[in-house]
């Protein structure tokens, strides 16, 4: 089955940097989507970035751009999401998340279990 896994959270202070990696199996991408998505507490899923993995196309909102950088390693069947200039602002639970092109909305096919992400200020 296919199986999304998570890792590179942690504690980080305001302005530092973290890179979030998502090692994805279980089948072949190259018609997929992966796309990092963060939530806190109360809050609804928000997208953050997506990557199309056959051509490497990236994608980012608003809160991510200039600061946020999604890539992908195909040998590796790997995701990252590389994340400079932290704000306290970006704390949350950050997922990886995979779906099958065209993507509406949020309707991605497979999900991770998360991350945490902290930023102190």
């Known amino acids: 089955q296919v199986q999304l896994v998570e890792s590179g959270g942690g504690q980080v202070q305001a302005g530092g940097s973290l890179r979030l990696s998502c090692a994805a199996s279980?089948?072949?991408?190259?018609?997929?989507?992966m796309a990092w998505f963060r939530q806190t507490p109360g809050k609804e899923r928000e997208s953050v970035a997506r990557?199309?993995?056959?051509?490497?196309?990236?994608y980012y909102a608003d809160s991510a751009k200039g600061r946020f950088t999604i890539s992908r390693d195909t040998a590796k069947n790997t995701v990252y999401l590389q994340m400079n200039g932290l704000k306290p602002e970006d704390t949350a639970v950050y997922y990886c998340?995979?779906?099958?092109?065209?993507?509406?909305?949020?309707?991605?096919?497979?999900w991770g279990q998360g991350t945490q992400v902290t930023v102190s200020s």
């Open positions: 998340a995979a779906g099958r092109i065209p993507i509406i909305g949020r309707n991605y096919d497979y």
């Open positions: 279980g089948r072949t991408f190259s018609d997929y989507a």
């Open positions: 990557v199309n993995w056959l051509n490497g196309n990236a």
